[in-house]
């Protein structure tokens, strides 16, 4: 089989928001692939906007990011002319503006999740093609589509924030079960009034669904651990 390693870079991605109670959960699995290849299996999809605002990204590479890093200068601009901190909507606007002008170009979708004084906690969506929703929760990627009917009846309003972590490490590794573009580790971030929390969930901490296989390390891995060989005798 030919693997076509020239191919543009996708995210294939699950991607994940949640609401609770004081705050938002972000999170994303780790699998960047070219392909059929997986080109990075540590990625991280949750890319910082302001100190508030965070986004995950699904899609290809290169359009997310370089989105996300047009909106963060903006933003930048935005926070200097105010001489506050931008609000979780007008980053999330801002996110819709250049994803619907730009619509024929680009090949992503995006989740915006934060916190201001304002309205609390906030998760907005912006799927292919530039529209925007406020969501209670949102999903988004290639693993999203395994998740649908498991937030309808997981998800309730009033979490906790250990509850909304929980939900979302959960789903993630449930759609990593099931989705082949999906994979490696879960990242989390939660924003509230207190912060930024970043948490990493290594995929031998993360829950086995429907008969997988027990994680085992690369032959790099076995390799890199093992001692030096012995030089042989002549």
């Known amino acids: 089989m030919d693997i076509d390693l020239s191919a543009p870079h996708s995210m294939g991605t699950t991607i994940i928001g949640v609401t609770y109670n004081g705050g938002v959960v972000l999170g994303a699995d780790s699998r960047t692939s070219t392909g059929m290849y ?13 100190d508030n605002v965070y986004i995950c990204r699904s899609g290809s590479a290169a359009d997310s990011q370089v989105i996300s890093d047009y909106v ?15 609000t979780v909507k007008v980053a999330a606007n801002l996110v819709r503006l250049l994803s619907y002008q730009n619509k024929n170009m680009l090949q992503m ?7 201001d004084k304002y309205e609390g906690g906030q998760i907005y969506s912006v799927p292919l093609g530039g529209t925007i929703l406020k969501q209670p929760f949102a999903i ?10 498991f937030f309808d009846q997981a998800w309730k309003e009033g979490m906790s ?3 909304a972590e929980k939900l979302v ?13 999906s994979g490696g580790v879960v990242r989390t971030v939660t924003i509230n009034a207190d912060g930024v929390t970043k ?20 032959l790099l891995d076995i390799l890199s651990a093992s001692s030096s060989p012995e030089p042989m005798s002549t």
């Open 72 to 86: 963060r200068y903006f933003l930048h601009q935005h926070t200097i002319q105010l001489g506050q901190p931008a």
């Open 169 to 181: 490490v959960k789903a993630v590794s449930l759609a990593i079960a099931r989705d082949g573009a």
């Open 38 to 50: 997986v080109a990075n299996r540590a990625s991280d999809k949750i890319t910082q906007l302001t």
């Open 161 to 163: 924030k250990d509850e």
């Open 199 to 218: 948490n990493f969930y290594t995929s031998d901490s993360l829950p086995l669904w429907h008969e997988e296989l027990e994680p085992h390390n690369s």
């Open 109 to 115: 979708g995006v989740i915006i999740g934060g916190w």
């Open 140 to 149: 988004g990627g290639s693993g999203s589509t395994y998740l649908y009917g």
